[in-house]
């Protein structure tokens, strides 16, 4: 179980050390990278519109399960039914 943390957490780093080097270039630097692979940067912009989109539902809908798995509700001592 220590091993998944320590390679979720290796993970998470290397997504979001890819995500600061992204966000640190120019649109243009972007669109010039773009065309230079041959692909059309108006396809891709749809195709990574849509990918984030998709990614940012999925997130939402497993919210709820993660922030009760997370955080879970601590439960009351409720007086009990038994006699």
Do not use: C, F
């Amino acid at each position: 179980m220590a091993n998944k943390k320590t390679d979720d957490e290796r993970l998470e780093r290397l997504m979001n050390q890819l995500a600061d080097s992204v966000l640190s270039l120019s649109d243009e630097a972007i669109l010039a990278e773009g065309r230079e692979t041959g692909e059309q940067p108006d396809e891709q912009i749809e195709h990574t519109r849509l990918v984030l989109r998709e990614a940012s539902k999925a997130w939402a809908l497993e919210r709820p399960y993660r922030l009760s798995v997370e955080n879970p509700v601590p439960r009351r001592n409720a007086p009990s039914l038994k006699r």
